[in-house]
């Protein structure tokens, strides 16, 4: 146990050089991180439109008054944001490790300045929502700033476990007895930590707040909670509980105590409303706090935790193969949050969890072993620094935005693998009934945490679950390969559309060193793509290519191949060659905002079509005349899959030229 015990030291220094030689891409790519928070905000709506924003792991959380306000196209093409989604009534920006740094630049821009290092009000939170809505609403906004907490109490439980085990420690020496309530220390005053974080959620006097969770764990309570003898509060009987590690008492507490607090300063009289309003407050919340809100809020919170076990007990293989197989898209919609009271009551009542936690356990482990095979297979530089990033974020710390936005959900293939690999490595779980026995997302570093003397073949099992996991998803991500699915991109500030691909894609194969050529659709001039005034295009996100500045109004197939995709708005199409490759061809820059003006489709999605046949014809001079750039990118969006995509720019070029090269 010393050689293993120092073997978690070593990982953990290793984790901390890691850091700093792995530093994000928002910190490799030099960004300016006042600029950004400045595009984020206007991009949300503006200031105006923020209600209040508080961070987590990954992401900034805004509520917004009006969510329509908020362009996405051009808030997921900024430099530095990973994805951004609309969940649980919260507009999610998922930023990836540096989100406190970021963070703090969007607060320090906000109309007030926030008072504490996750959460930011602005005073113009206006928006409605549905009561489900509401709820994850509220977990998120007030766990995500305890985590550090609990997680670092959850370690130091760990470590301490460790010590024991190793010898170094004996239970009877005073130096475990103190570490030992350290770590106890936040579970057994988390009402303190939720009334505060509740407070800055609900708009109440933190200080009311927390003298409220004072009173449901002050020791004189205990007394009469472990006397077990009938009590009464104004001759009503009040249920002895004890409230310590419980979280939806307090919660729920303080936001009826917002209602309360709103009436007593309506009706406080200025002069004494110092001292006559916080009176008011604590005289008429306490009493409900111990004789209605708290017993509904713990025996709600004990129901979670059965529920949990008896999922665990009677399918437990079944439904941690479902949780893990799912878990990333779970963590899309931010509902993962939901879960978190029932954890803690699940560690407080029986001293593990054995289904969110040890779910997350596959699932990260799976997102690990699909970005190693990413980053080993694809070809596309950018691709391969988002993964290794991505995969090392995963496996290190547990945090895994990253890799489900960075990686899984714009490689679709490797979203699937990722759900294989997690279910397996769940079932797994589920058969051998894991625990973990800390309130921490799992990584390799904290492995330690299914360690277990009650349980001596936990550990073993984590390592199996974990393996299985890693093991799975990435063969199946070398099997099923990196194919992308075709997107067509809107140029910056591109009002969103759908996009017709009825086309089911081709399957992968392994490409020969050969040279394929892709033939110019249009008449006119070739450049090189960094001429094209749109960055998602010049800095080749999409793919590699060539654009033509053309000379007249008809696109031809530049590939014998299919047709897989249109845009309603008939500015774009694209074709997959017989030989498999995706060309995209984007007639103009922002044309998607013509609505179809100007362009006439000849062809239909899933039609065959030979090298020269007409596309798409339209209108020149009309594009012109309406204020938008015709110059035309022609990308090949799986550039990833070749060893080379090479654009051949001349003064001159016909419809048949060879226009790409492809290797």
Not at 114 to 128: C, I, L, M
Request: net charge neutral; hydrophobic share 45%; glycine share 8%.
């Amino acid at each position: 146990m010393w050689i293993f015990f120092r073997l978690d030291l070593f990982l953990f220094l290793t984790t901390i050089i890691g850091h700093r030689i792995g530093r994000s891409d928002l910190e490799e790519m030099n960004m300016d991180r006042t600029k950004l928070a400045s595009e984020i905000i206007k991009n949300v709506g503006g200031k105006d439109n923020v209600g209040s924003v508080i961070h987590c792991m990954t992401r900034l959380r805004f509520t917004l008054n009006d969510n329509s306000k908020v362009n996405e196209a051009e808030l997921k093409q900024l430099q530095g944001v990973m994805g951004a989604t609309d969940n649980g009534g919260q507009y999610q920006v998922i930023i990836g490790n540096d989100v406190p740094l970021v963070f703090q630049e969007v607060a320090k821009q906000l109309p007030t300045n926030p008072n504490d290092s996750v959460a930011h009000t602005t005073g113009n939170e206006k928006k409605k929502m549905n009561v489900f809505l509401q709820m994850i609403n509220v977990l998120s906004s007030t766990m995500a700033p305890i985590v550090p907490a609990l997680a670092g109490a959850g370690i130091l439980k760990v470590i301490l476990t460790l010590l024991v085990m190793a010898g170094i420690l004996e239970t009877t020496d005073p130096t475990h007895y103190y570490i030992s309530f350290f770590a106890d220390t936040v579970f057994y005053f988390l009402p303190f930590l939720l009334a505060f974080s509740s407070a800055s959620k609900f708009k109440v006097n933190p200080y009311l707040a927390v003298s409220i969770a004072g009173i449901m764990l002050h020791p004189k309570f205990g007394e009469l909670v472990a006397a077990k003898e009938p009590s009464a509060l104004f001759g009503l009987p009040v249920t002895l509980i004890n409230y310590s590690s419980t979280v939806l008492p307090i919660i729920i507490t303080v936001w009826i105590m917002s209602y309360i607090e709103r009436f007593a300063d309506k009706v406080s009289p200025s002069v004494i409303k110092i001292f006559f309003k916080p009176l008011l407050v604590i005289i008429i919340t306490a009493p409900l706090a111990l004789i209605v809100i708290g017993p509904l809020g713990y025996h709600m919170g004990n129901g979670l935790a059965a529920g949990i076990y008896f999922l665990q007990d009677r399918v437990g293989w079944l439904s941690l193969a479902l949780l893990a197989a799912f878990k990333p898209l779970i963590v899309m919609t931010g509902m993962h949050w939901a879960f978190t009271p029932a954890i803690i009551t699940s560690i407080s009542t029986y001293g593990y969890d054995g289904l969110m936690l040890v779910s997350s356990l596959s699932a990260i482990f799976s997102l690990t072993g699909a970005c190693l095979a990413v980053a080993i297979r694809t070809k596309d530089s950018n691709m391969r620094q988002i993964a290794l990033s991505a995969g090392t974020t995963s496996l290190l710390a547990g945090i895994t935005e990253p890799a489900i936005f960075g990686v899984a959900f714009k490689l679709k293939r490797v979203l699937v693998a990722t759900i294989i690999g997690g279910g397996l490595s769940g079932v797994y779980a589920g058969i051998t009934q894991l625990k973990i026995f800390a309130l921490v997302t799992p990584s390799i570093l904290k492995l330690p945490t299914f360690v277990s003397e009650e349980y001596p073949n936990n550990f073993m099992n984590a390592i199996i679950t974990a393996t299985i996991a890693l093991v799975v998803s990435f063969v199946m991500t070398l099997v099923l390969g990196l194919k992308e699915n075709v997107p067509v991109v809107q140029a910056a500030g591109a009002v969103s559309e759908t996009v017709v691909t009825d086309t089911p894609p081709a399957p992968a194969v392994i490409r020969e060193k050969t040279q394929t050529p892709v033939y110019s659709p249009l008449n006119g001039q070739s450049v090189h793509l960094s001429q094209v005034n749109d960055k998602v295009f010049s800095e080749e996100f999409m793919g590699k290519g060539i654009a033509v500045i053309p000379t007249d109004g008809t696109v031809v197939s530049p590939v014998k191949g299919t047709v897989t995709t249109l845009t309603k708005s008939k500015h774009a199409i694209s074709i997959t060659s017989d030989e498999g490759i995706e060309v995209l061809i984007h007639i103009g820059l922002d044309t998607v905002k013509l609505k179809g003006k100007h362009f006439e489709n000849l062809v239909a999605v899933g039609q065959e079509v030979n090298v020269g046949d007409l596309l798409i014809e339209f209108d020149l001079e009309g594009i012109k005349n309406d204020g938008f750039e015709i110059i035309t990118p022609i990308i090949i969006t799986n550039t990833s899959e070749y060893l080379d995509v090479i654009g051949n720019e001349k003064t001159g070029v016909c419809q048949g030229d060879e226009l790409i090269s492809v290797l």
